[in-house]
């Protein structure tokens, strides 16, 4: 017994040493894939696949697709659960079709300033329970990132709430953003980033709600000049990692996976804050032009956003439960 047991444990050692031999002959590819460019959300997957492939001593190749190369952000979603690519990592709202409380982070009025927003993000148990939301669907989160302020660049100047009327403005997928615009008497138009820019060409659009590192990053300036700072929210960003994909590697490549995540939001933030200032002085030497709504109407605005948001994720049990700890770990990260 003594030498079968000795025999099995050397064929054990053995199959491992030729498992990761062939791991480093022939390093897996990590497709990873984004809609922006040159902003927070590119910068995440280059210092993550960074890590990842310093960490697994090359067993692992990440390649990253910028700006819609591999398809819209419904399409890489699809592909990722299909593990097709690797991973993907863009705006939580385009994930609602899969559940509706990733749309959480949009609600108005949580988010005292960047640096709150970011210590709400990387709450441990806030973030588990978002980075978690996926993990029926076939996906698995594991990066959580700022994006920026929410800001609406318009093809006419705002100068007023009533400048809003009519308008249409493109929206990401979640409904709440959706009802958000509404509010303010515009439609909403729910749009992949790439056929954005052509619509405000053609003026099938009127303007984007969006943040200005990626409006400034794909030349907005050029079709919609006029950005107004209402604030009112958050954009941030999701990296999502394909559940087939990674539950076939070995469980050291799935500690380095997730330990990677972890580390690329923490290095990320300080480029994010950066990424926001860099994109404003870059608006406006490019003739883009910045305004905000004189007091009375940013109350105003806010207060109808709030409702909104209030009236949203109370419709449903689940995103009522996690709207619930947004704003619990807000109020507790506030100071």
Sequence with gaps: ????????????????????????????????GTATVNDSTHEWLKIFAKYVEQDSG????????????????????????????????????????????????????????????????????????FLGLGADKRILGIGLLIGAPSVFATRKPIHKLSDFNGLKIRVLGGRMQQAQVRTLNMSAVPMSLGDVMPALQQGALDGVLAGL????????????????????????????ISLKWYTSLPADLQA????????????????SVDDISRARQKWLANGGEITKLDP?????????????SEREMSANPKNKAMFDLLRKTAKRTSN
Excluded: C, W
Aim: charged letters at 20%; glycine letters at 8%.
């Design 296 to 308: 009375a109407d940013q109350d105003k605005m806010m207060k109808e956003m709030e409702a909104v």
């Design 256 to 271: 380095i996976i997730i330990k990677a995540g972890q580390r690329a939001s923490a290095d990320v933030y300080q480029f």
């Design 213 to 240: 590192p990626v409006l400034t990053a794909l030349h907005y300036y050029d079709a919609a000049k006029y950005i107004v700072e209402t604030d009112h929210g958050l954009l941030a960003a999701i990296a999502i």
């Design 1 to 32: 017994m003594k030498l079968i047991s000795g025999s099995f444990l050397a064929a054990v050692v053995l199959l491992g040493a030729l498992f990761s031999s062939a791991f480093a002959q022939n390093p897996v590819v990590m497709k990873l």
């Design 58 to 129: 090359g067993r692992i190749k990440g390649e990253i697709y910028p700006a819609s190369q591999l398809g819209s952000s419904e399409s890489m979603i699809e592909q990722v659960q299909l593990g097709v690519i690797q991973g993907e990592a863009g705006s939580p709202e385009f994930l609602t079709g899969l559940d509706s409380r990733y749309q959480v982070l949009s609600a108005a009025g949580l988010f005292k300033d960047v640096p709150h927003a970011n210590r709400v993000l990387q709450d441990p148990e806030f973030n588990k329970a």
